[in-house]
């Protein structure tokens, strides 16, 4: 098996082949909701005494397109 570079991955179709080719299960919105549209990613998250404003704040960058 090879390596797919998530930054190569451009289309919902193509996320959707990825996963099904390493046999995961794991439900996709056919369009990305905003904030507005009430994305989970925008809501707040609890960590102890302390609330992240949301996911993407705690979401790790580095390495998400596959280089070292």
């Given at each position: 098996?090879?390596?797919?570079r998530?930054?190569?991955?451009k289309?919902v179709?193509a996320?959707?082949?990825?996963?099904?080719?390493?046999?995961?299960e794991?439900p996709?919105?056919?369009?990305?909701?905003?904030a507005?549209?009430?994305?989970?990613?925008?809501?707040?998250l609890?960590?102890?005494?302390?609330?992240?404003?949301?996911?993407?704040?705690?979401?790790?960058?580095?390495g998400?397109?596959?280089?070292p």
């Amino acid at each position: 098996m090879t390596y797919q570079r998530i930054g190569a991955i451009k289309t919902v179709a193509a996320f959707r082949e990825l996963l099904d080719e390493l046999g995961l299960e794991l439900p996709v919105d056919d369009v990305p909701l905003s904030a507005t549209d009430g994305s989970p990613l925008a809501e707040p998250l609890q960590l102890g005494d302390f609330t992240v404003g949301n996911r993407w704040c705690v979401h790790p960058m580095e390495g998400w397109d596959g280089t070292p």
